[in-house]
Structures are given as C-alpha cells and as structure tokens.
C-alpha cells in the first residue's frame, strides 16, 4: 500500500500552486466584486497545459489521469473557488462528456482545442422544472434529414456566456422519457466570438457567491445539430450524462478539500495573532476545539477523495464513493468555513477578508452537481444494490 503521489503528480502539484498564487490569487478580488470572469487567467491556464490535465496525450491532455486532475482542483480551491469552477466545468463536464460519450472523431475534433484553451466547453442539462429531477428535462431535439433541430431552454450553465462548446442533453423521443429517450449531443455554440444561429445565451446571474464564474440560461431556437455529432447511442443521453457527473463529483470533492483546507491556515493564522483577555486566543480550548476538528475531516476528505480517484483511474467501480466525495466535501467545506468564520469574528464577517468570499462561494457546493439530497438517495442505492436490494425502479 502506497500513500506517495507520483513524481509526475508532486511535479504537477508545484506547478499548479506556484501558478495559482502567482496569477489567480491575485485577480480573485477583482473577480468577485466585478462578476466577471478573470478570462487572461484562464488563458494562461491553458498556455501551460492545466486544461487537459486528465486527458490522454493523444488529445492534447497531460495524461495526469483523474488524480491529477484532483490535485489542479485542489490546488484552484484552495486559493479561488471562482476559478476552480470555471476551469472545472470545462474539464470537469464539458470535456468529460465528450471524452465518455464521444466516438474516436469527436474526441479528436473537439478535445485538442478544449485542452489547448482554444475553446471553453460547458454542460448543459439543468432546466426550469429539471434540477434534481434531472430526467424530467424538456428541451427537445427533433430528427430532420441527416441533422437535428433543438428547441427549448435550459438554466443554471456555468460558463454559460463563455463556452463555445457544449455537451447538451435533449429529449429525442417524448414517449420513453428521458431516460430512454433522451439524447446527448456535442454542439457548437458560437463561431468567430458570435452565438451561433439560433442560439442565444441569457445574462449573467446575479449570485451570491462564485462572482468570477460566469452562469446563465440558454436559448435554442431552431438551433441545428449534425447527427454525427450524437455522444454515446440516440436515447441513451442520460447514461453519459450521468457518467459525466459521476466522475465530476470526484474533483468537485477535491475542490472543496481545497477549500476546506484554505481557511483552516487563515483561522490558524487569525488565532495565533489575534489577542484578547490578554493573551492570544488559540490558547482557548474552545478555538482549540474548532481547528482540531477542522483538521481531522480534512484529512479524512483527503483520504477519501485521493483514493476514489486512484478507483477512477484504475477502472474499478467508484459511483458510491464519487457521491461520497461530493457529499462530504461540500459538508466538510461549509462547516470549516462556519467555523474560521466565527474565530475572526465580527472581522469574517467583513469583505475583506478571504473568509467572507469563501463562505459566499462554497454554500453551493452542497447544491450543484446533484444536491447532497440526491447524493445520499444515491448513495443508498449503491449499498442495498450491493447486498442485493433494489430500492428504485
């Protein structure tokens, strides 16, 4: 048994941390209090090969596999979780649909330029009356000669406004259902820096965190899809797009264990420092109390995280423990950012500091991506499938 990472995965770490705290650390304020994206950021990004990291070489990846990819969204989360977002939807969903459900074709078409920065992909199933019912999605996409017609909605798309690039999922025949009758396809949604025709991206959601990390709705009006451009079989759209998130939630778990671990060295930093009753307050037990439990769960996380990538990357099952990466990164995260939030005080409180931003951005941890409602439903399904019981249809 070996806890060691790689030499070319300790290699990738340093890269990744001197390049987060070089360049994004640096725009992450500028970032929140605009809501616009810190795109030179991301250019840069790409120029050294951080938007391809688990991709093969083949497509213009690092070939860092799904722990490398664990340790690039660790190192985002633990200084920005805007950008870990932003860099995340692209690999993470966008890129990893088409690398899940594409044919040999598609993947040499798209990934190359998706690894290269040259494009940023998204992934869009979220609509109005399909967030955790995700197989309730209504757009529709309508056979006509060798093409397909998308007609319909969706919301909630992270780098919505900025992709030109998506994995889209659309129901192909409405007596099945989505979950055989939906179909995922690989669309291109703009050309030369313009919407493509009969595509029209909505405006940036005002939220209330992740301000650096563009959302919106999308529009599609008689928007035309080659059939070539399918992801997996026609109807079979939603296995793909579960799949796709199965492995998302893995590296989404590694971003909030970056995070996680971010305000655990403010609040050390704080406590040390600050002073009252005339001595510094990490000589209360209770502030003790905090860090110390901070500390073990994020080591737990980090156990659980490191290990479900090393399943996905060595081809074992990993779905339960995806959903568990999910759940409890997201958890883990909120409650260390509760907790550093209250040894600052009244300062935590204020926007300038890193723990304000930090508990605006992870409260949607515990959201997108299946909320941790679904992420326990699914979880139980994996362990009374395991010893023999179906609990779903």
């Known amino acids: 048994m070996d806890f060691e990472f790689s030499r070319e995965h300790q290699a990738l770490r340093k890269l990744v941390r001197e390049f987060a705290e070089e360049e994004v650390r640096p725009a992450t304020r500028q970032a929140d209090r605009t809501s616009q994206p810190p795109l030179d950021v991301i250019k840069k990004a790409a120029a050294i090969g951080l938007l391809g990291v688990p991709f093969p070489r083949e497509y213009g990846g690092l070939g860092a596999g799904e722990t490398g990819y664990c340790i690039l969204m660790e190192e985002l989360g633990r200084v920005d979780t805007s ?17 899940l459900g594409g044919n040999q074709h598609l993947r040499e078409k798209y990934l190359p330029d998706l690894c290269a920065g040259k494009k940023i992909a998204a992934f869009a199933l979220t609509e109005a009356q399909a967030g955790s019912d995700a197989a309730s999605i209504k757009l529709r996409a309508t056979r006509e000669g060798d093409s397909y017609i998308l007609d319909g909605s969706k919301m909630w798309i992270t780098n919505g406004p900025l992709a030109s690039v998506m994995a889209v999922l659309a129901v192909t025949d409405p007596a099945l259902g989505a979950r055989g009758g939906a179909t995922a396809f690989v669309i291109e949604t703009r050309h030369n820096g313009s919407p493509a025709e009969g595509f029209t991206p909505g405006k940036y959601e005002h939220k209330m965190g992740l301000h650096g990390s563009p959302t919106s709705a999308l529009s599609f ?60 307050i990490a000589q209360n037990q209770s502030i003790q109390f905090m860090v110390a439990d901070m500390a073990a769960e994020i080591e737990a996380l980090r156990s659980l995280v490191y290990r479900t990538a090393w399943l996905v990357d060595n081809h074992k099952p990993f779905i339960k423990e995806a959903g568990m990466c999910k759940l409890l990164g997201s958890e883990i995260a909120s409650r260390c950012v509760d907790r550093a939030g209250q040894i600052y005080g009244a300062l935590g409180y204020s926007r300038d500091t890193d723990v304000e931003r930090s508990y605006r951005d992870c409260r949607i941890t515990e959201i997108f991506e299946g909320t941790n409602e679904i992420q326990r439903i699914l979880i139980a399904e994996q362990l009374f499938r395991e010893v ?5 249809p």
Not at 83 to 99: E, K, L, R
Request: hydrophobic share 50%.
């Open 83 to 99: 950008v870990a977002t932003v860099i995340g939807a692209h690999i993470g969903i966008g890129a990893m649909a088409i690398y």
């Open 221 to 280: 009006d008689n928007f035309r899809v080659p059939q070539e451009n399918v992801l997996g079989q026609i109807g079979l759209g939603f296995v793909v797009f579960m799949q796709t998130l199965d492995v998302g939630r893995v590296s989404l778990g590694a971003a909030t264990l970056g995070g996680a671990q971010s305000v655990l060295h403010h609040a050390l930093e704080w406590a040390a420092m600050r002073e009252q009753f005339g001595k510094s």
């Open 388 to 392: 023999g019981v179906k609990i779903r």
